[in-house]
């Protein structure tokens, strides 16, 4: 048995290095492993899990932190461990082998390989003792050691039918269906059929947001003004906003909610769920103008700023997690009633109660005394029960917080993950970006710039492309298609906000590489690794993807199509145009069998193809101020998938459309702009108001 500090301790992941003093002999994942289990004959145990997963914690104090346990792994087993975080790639493979064996997946990930990384059993958390109707995991352990020494063909030949079956159902796509209006609306009806009318979201419980799917509706509803989408929206944003799964104290999101009504979470705080729940609040704001969706916004903005961000060199941390330690179950986020009284006037808790629901008995199982915060009355229902003036509740809902705050902060504070992943760093500038341009976020602006030139001097090689981790000073792992459509969404956000064709220039390298080491020549689209992945022992990385499922976070190839749409209108490049259209046709028949709830992405991309967004040309010097006035009126206009080209008139590049209005009285006059759709403008105008209602 190894010595306390196993071969973990060296790693950069925090999950890993978390578990560093395990009695167990982790490996990382890599070819050392693999090779041991090949040399020995030993079943592969493999756990994938993270540093913010709550029931990772508990299983790693349960059973990875007891001797005798551990003893058995390492007689019986090569255990790996492996951080999803860090290696998406690795999980998302084995998540879905795990649920075609089991019909359960999630975290931590327990996965029982043969030497060569194929699945022949596994689940999730497994207890110590036998409960939940579950098996003790020493009882697992001795069945499947068991079973692949006595069984070993048997074994080997499951894992051999489930990776086949896995790589028949990874197959280049066909173009089955048209991508067409009906496509479109059946997946708004879908959405409709499975919207909860009453609390917001889809489905029941646990309830998710889907941050892909609200900016396909938003989009949507833009063009079309159906009201019934609005109300889709608005129900969602504001049951999110108001629940608990909203952190009232400190502003942002928790993972998501073990309930219908939004209001008891999993505490776990994700970088990817805050960037695209920014975006949507934010363009919700500039759409319907509702209050609530600026603060939500405002609230994310603010705890990113103090808890996730790294303020001096730029970039975006990972998470912040859910839990101090094993037996905590986000104690530093809820309350007890006394625990108010404590540090608040009994005005302030009198409100505060009114307003969050604070009671004697809360909504927590582990310590029913503990409240989760949430809206429950509103500070003109408080005001007419306790017949105060509404100035009075909200000033002292205000102190009554700010006090809540500084409390809180005293409290052990749940680990935050510093590390920088490309593609969470991407989606949060795009986001940052849409703060300066929909709440006049000056200071968002200006982070999302620095994390980007960040991001391209520490993590850009021309050679290997984007790597995909930055961590104490050492960057690691490339060959992530998501990395490099984030990043390159984000340049081209960049670009519009500046103009600065430097931007645009690197959005176009990044996107050029994906095109030549991810794209599928036969069937189109991209794949989530470069085409010389695999060659390692596992040969699990070697079954084909091309992510077009929202799974959380909006899907690489959704994404992609936006970005490809969006070079080709400032660029005038028609292999972006070309491959856009390709992209989008490839992936119609597997979107029309997912449903709207988990494509989003690629419903948005959609929407844009058969509906171009708003293509704004703006001619004449960059730097005279008509030139900025028209260029700031057509960015912070809200208009999906639109493009702002200013263009001198020595630009290199002009729309042919523009081009051949360039010679009126109008445009001849001064700075003007064009909004154009497909082959058609509008006439110039020099007048930012007019722009905006063009848009």
Same mark, same amino acid.
């Given at each position: 048995m190894p010595k306390p500090g196993n071969r973990l301790a060296s790693e950069t992941s925090s999950y890993l290095k978390g578990a560093a003093h395990q009695p167990v002999d982790w490996y990382a994942w890599g070819e050392e492993?693999?090779?041991?289990? +090949?040399?020995?004959? +030993?079943?592969?145990?493999?756990?994938?899990?993270?540093?913010?997963?709550?029931?990772?914690?508990?299983?790693?104090?349960?059973?990875?932190?007891?001797?005798?346990?551990?003893?058995?792994?390492?007689?019986?087993?090569?255990?790996?461990?492996?951080?999803?975080?860090?290696?998406?790639?690795?999980?998302?493979?084995y998540q879905s082998a795990v649920n075609a064996i089991s019909g359960q997946g999630g975290w931590p990930l327990t996965a029982f390989l043969t030497p060569d990384g194929k699945v022949f059993y596994g689940g999730t958390y497994f207890p110590p003792k036998d409960l939940y109707g579950r098996p003790s995991f020493r009882r697992i352990l001795i069945a499947v050691s068991d079973h692949y020494k006595k069984e070993r063909a048997d074994a080997i030949n499951t894992a051999e039918s489930l990776h086949q079956a896995l790589a028949e159902r990874r197959r280049p796509h066909v173009h089955e269906v048209d991508v067409d209006e009906p496509l479109l609306k059946g997946a708004v009806d879908g959405?409709?059929?499975?919207?909860?009318?009453?609390?917001?979201?889809?489905?029941?419980?646990?309830?998710?947001?889907?941050?892909?799917?609200?900016?396909?509706?938003?989009?949507?509803?833009?063009?079309?003004?159906?009201?019934?989408? !609005?109300?889709?929206?608005? !129900?969602?944003?504001?049951?999110?906003?108001?629940?608990?799964?909203?952190?009232?104290?400190?502003?942002?999101?928790? !993972?998501?909610?073990?309930?219908?009504?939004?209001?008891?979470?999993?505490?776990?705080?994700?970088?990817?769920?805050?960037?695209?729940?920014l975006s949507n609040y934010a363009k919700a704001w500039a759409v319907l103008k509702d209050p609530l969706f600026r603060d939500a916004a405002e609230g994310i903005i603010r705890w990113t700023d103090e808890v996730l961000s790294d303020r001096t060199h730029g970039g975006f941390y990972a998470s912040q997690d859910a839990d101090v330690g094993p037996g905590d179950d986000g104690d530093f986020f809820t309350w007890t009633r006394n625990e108010v009284r404590s540090v608040c006037t009994e005005d302030e808790t009198t409100v505060l109660a009114l307003r969050y629901d604070i009671g004697e008995r809360g909504e927590m199982h582990h310590n029913p005394a503990k409240n989760v915060l949430y809206a429950d009355k509103t500070p003109a229902e408080?005001? +007419?029960?306790?017949?105060?003036?509404?100035?009075?509740?909200?000033?002292?809902?205000?102190?009554?917080?700010?006090?809540?705050?500084?409390?809180?902060?005293?409290?052990?504070?749940?680990?935050?993950?510093?590390?920088?992943?490309?593609?969470?760093?991407?989606?949060?500038?795009?986001?940052?970006?849409?703060?300066? !341009?929909?709440?006049?976020?000056?200071?968002?602006?200006?982070?999302?710039?620095?994390?980007?030139?960040?991001?391209?001097?520490?993590?850009?090689?021309?050679?290997a492309g984007m790597h995909h981790q930055w961590a104490n000073g050492v960057r690691r792992i490339t060959g992530f298609l998501e990395d490099h459509v984030w990043f390159a969404a984000a340049l081209l956000d960049a670009y519009e906000t500046t103009q600065d064709p430097e931007w645009l220039g690197q959005a176009e390298t990044v996107m050029r590489f994906a095109i030549d080491h991810f794209w599928d020549p036969k069937g189109s689209g991209f794949f989530d690794l470069k085409h010389d992945a695999g060659g390692t022992a596992a040969s699990v990385l070697e079954l084909k993807r091309k992510p077009v499922e929202d799974s959380p976070s909006p899907s690489s190839n959704g994404v992609a199509g936006v970005v490809l749409q969006r070079l080709h209108h400032l660029t005038g490049n028609d292999d972006y145009r070309v491959r856009h259209d390709e992209l989008v046709r490839a992936f119609a028949g597997e979107a029309s069998r997912m449903g709207g709830i988990f494509g989003g992405a690629y419903l948005l991309a959609a929407e844009l193809w058969l509906h171009p967004p708003a293509e704004v040309v703006i001619v004449g010097p960059a730097e005279?101020?008509?030139?900025?006035?028209?260029?700031?009126?057509?960015?912070?206009?809200?208009?999906?998938? +639109?493009?702002?080209?200013?263009?001198?008139?020595?630009?290199?590049?002009?729309?042919?459309?523009?081009?051949?209005?360039?010679?009126?009285?109008?445009?001849?006059?001064?700075p003007v702009a064009f909004v154009c759709k497909g082959t058609s403008c509008s006439l110039p105008t020099s007048d930012p108001q007019k722009l905006m209602a063009l848009l």
């Open positions: 492993a693999f090779a041991k289990a +090949k040399a020995e004959d +030993k079943p592969i145990l493999l756990d994938i899990g993270a540093v913010w997963c709550h029931w990772c914690h508990v299983i790693d104090q349960e059973s990875y932190e007891d001797p005798e346990i551990a003893k058995l792994i390492n007689e019986r087993f090569v255990p790996v461990k492996v951080d999803r975080d860090e290696r998406p790639d690795v999980d998302s493979r959405l409709k059929g499975e919207f909860d009318p009453v609390n917001g979201g889809f489905g029941s419980s646990p309830k998710f947001p889907h941050p892909g799917t609200i900016e396909f509706l938003l989009a949507r509803h833009h063009r079309t003004k159906e009201e019934g989408l !609005r109300n889709v929206i608005t !129900r969602t944003l504001t049951g999110m906003a108001r629940g608990g799964v909203y952190d009232h104290v400190g502003g942002g999101f928790h !993972r998501y909610s073990t309930d219908a009504m939004w209001i008891v979470p999993h505490f776990e705080k994700m970088a990817y769920d805050n960037a695209a729940l408080i005001a +007419k029960e306790t017949g105060w003036p509404i100035e009075r509740v909200d000033a002292l809902l205000k102190s009554g917080l700010e006090k809540l705050r500084v409390a809180r902060a005293s409290r052990p504070t749940p680990f935050v993950d510093r590390t920088v992943y490309a593609n969470w760093n991407g989606m949060y500038a795009v986001a940052y970006l849409e703060a300066w !341009r929909y709440l006049g976020r000056e200071d968002c602006r200006e982070f999302a710039l620095k994390t980007l030139r960040l991001l391209w001097g520490k993590l850009w090689d021309r050679e005279d101020q008509k030139t900025k006035a028209l260029r700031d009126a057509a960015v912070t206009t809200f208009s999906p998938g +639109k493009t702002v080209l200013v263009v001198e008139r020595k630009g290199n590049y002009l729309p042919p459309a523009v081009e051949s209005m360039l010679s009126s009285k109008a445009a001849s006059a001064g």
